[in-house]
């Protein structure tokens, strides 16, 4: 598999993750120092948020891509913005649909891309 496609599919991999709340999948292709900011601007560390999802303070129901564009790629680190239709209730939050878009950047481990850094916002 090509560096693009590979990172192409660790973004819809998370995203099925996240709604299947596959602990062990998200665990695996998400680095050890990953951060993820969130709307709020709060930066939640990957184990915290992994963690909210395992009991239920957040929960994604959906997740339809919509699209994925900016793709980077420079050596051992990339980047894309993919943007998805996500319904979840975070944090007691009610259920509702978000446009979610996340600016993604990857890391190289060991000749495996791996997910790194995360921000999330609307469009």
Known sequence: MIDRDEI???Y???SEAMVNKDILKLNEILAPTMTLQHMTGYVQPK???I?????????YYSSIEENIKD??????KAS???????KAS???????????????????????WIIAKQIASTY
């Open 80 to 86: 894309l913005v993919g943007q998805s239709r996500v």
């Open 47 to 49: 184990l915290e948020w």
């Open 8 to 10: 192409i599919s660790l």
């Open 90 to 112: 975070v944090w007691g939050s009610r259920t509702a649909t978000w446009s979610l878009e996340m600016k993604m950047k990857f890391i190289k481990n060991n000749g495996r």
């Open 71 to 76: 793709i980077i790629i420079g050596g051992d």
């Open 51 to 59: 963690d909210q999802i395992q009991n239920g303070e957040i929960k």
């Open 12 to 14: 819809r991999q998370e």
